[in-house]
């Protein structure tokens, strides 16, 4: 008989969006010149608020709606992890905005100096493209063969997630993950963030 270690944990929940969010990030997206030309400088394929816009909560009463839906799973989350946190809690690091277009796609990557990341997603056409996890353990696993086809997700060496509108995914910032190419004609809009 076997049992688990070193479990990966991916949280999932679902959140009614609030009361004008999606126009907000549009009207956000179109505004913010410098987080489009930034997005332009770095070949983003659409827009991010990610180096331009630190104050979204304050600035949008739908994204700070948002956020304080998110701390409460965050919270969960951290109890699930069972973080020893010395009677503090998580606080939000960093909140930023995604429009993505049609082709674009997020390399694989990682969070560094957070605890807890994820994304909330907006407005997911069909054909948008997943979010793909990688096994942490990959670099190590040498002379392993391959996995299944049909392999349990625990087992698999990459787990993609097809998110829905109003889901909400949490995971440990350590965990490589990356987005796959938009095939959508439509814009896949999400807002990700940090906890730390």
């Known amino acids: ?69 998110i701390a409460r799973h965050v919270a969960a989350f951290a109890r699930e992890l069972q973080f020893d946190l010395g009677g503090r809690r998580l606080a939000l690091d960093s909140l930023w905005l995604n429009v993505m277009d049609k082709g674009a796609i997020h390399a694989p990557h ?7 990341s994820g994304t909330y997603y ?23 063969p391959p996995r299944r086809k049909n392999a349990r997700p625990e ?6 997630v097809a998110p829905k509108a109003g889901q909400l995914l949490l995971w440990e910032s350590w965990l490589r993950h990356g987005v796959e190419a938009n095939g959508a004609r439509g814009k896949r809009i999400s807002v990700s963030f940090n906890y730390s």
């Not at 907006?122 to 190590?140: K, N, T, W």
């Not at 087992?155 to 993609?160: A, D, G, H, I, L």
């Open 122 to 144: 907006v407005a997911v056409p069909p054909g948008s493209g997943a979010i793909r996890f990688e096994d942490p353990r990959l670099a190590m696993l040498m002379a392993a």
């Open 110 to 116: 990682i969070h560094p100096h957070s605890a807890i």
């Open 155 to 160: 087992n698999r060496t990459f787990v993609e």
């Open 1 to 69: 008989m076997s049992q688990p270690l070193f479990v990966t944990r991916l949280y999932k929940a679902r959140i009614a969006p609030p009361a004008m969010l999606e126009d907000t990030i549009l009207t956000i997206a179109a505004e913010d010149q410098a987080g489009r030309r930034w997005s332009k400088q770095h070949g983003y394929g659409g827009y991010t608020s990610y180096a331009s816009l630190n104050d979204l909560t304050f600035r949008a009463s739908p994204i700070a709606a948002l956020e304080k839906a």
